[in-house]
């Protein structure tokens, strides 16, 4: 029989799809008052790949990443999407966009092995974590590069994230390590 052990830490992470600047600028903040400081910031990216959004959030969407300082246990992943749905319903009251949708928040947690991402929506590929809520393993970082699968968002599949989603790796492994070295 296998022995049970307790699940490392992990990065928590959050995409963010704004229609502007001064909505992505409200998510970050709003998402950094609910988890602390983020401590890995992607640059901001225009989201292209699809007009699935558009309707709700806009036509010149940004796409953009924050990874929080606080590592996290990662049972905790459906507890923060409905975390993150909520704030997203209070973004768009207190921004009065002429869209429904204004930020669109996609938490999921980094380990050194994949990126999941969490959802509402079930799906071939996802699995049932509890709370009404899915997730999936996004990408998987093998052979010292990030890959994907066949259902990955288009916009996962190319490298342009590849670059921040190593810093947070990097960030994680060192926090890991210095969480092993301050319990012996």
């Known amino acids: 029989m296998g022995e049970v052990v307790s699940p490392q830490p992990v990065?928590?992470?959050c995409g963010i799809?704004?229609?502007d600047l001064r909505c992505l600028q409200a998510a970050q903040?709003?998402?950094q008052r609910q988890y602390g400081r983020a401590d890995c910031i992607s640059e901001v990216w225009?989201?292209?790949q699809t007009d699935y959004y558009r309707e709700q959030t806009g036509p010149s969407i940004l796409r953009n990443f924050l990874a929080f300082e606080q590592l996290i246990e990662p049972?905790?992943?459906a507890e923060i999407k409905h975390q993150t749905n909520e704030l997203e319903?209070?973004?768009a009251e207190e921004l009065k966009t002429p869209w429904p949708r204004p930020v669109n928040l996609d938490p999921g947690y980094?380990?050194?092995?994949?990126?999941v991402l969490a959802s509402t929506k079930n799906f071939s590929h996802r699995i049932y974590i509890g709370q009404n809520m899915y997730a999936e393993v996004t990408l998987?970082?093998?052979?010292g590069a990030w890959r994907s699968f066949e259902f990955t968002f288009p916009d996962f599949r190319g490298p342009q994230y590849h670059g921040f989603l190593s810093e947070v790796r990097e960030r994680l492994i060192r926090q890991r390590r210095e969480l092993h070295e301050g319990k012996q």
């Open 29 to 31: 903040e709003a998402l």
């Open 46 to 48: 225009p989201f292209t």
């Open 140 to 143: 998987m970082f093998h052979k």
């Open 110 to 115: 980094l380990e050194p092995a994949k990126l």
């Open 89 to 91: 319903k209070k973004l």
């Open 11 to 13: 990065k928590l992470i």
């Open 17 to 19: 799809l704004a229609s």
């Open 75 to 77: 049972g905790r992943l």
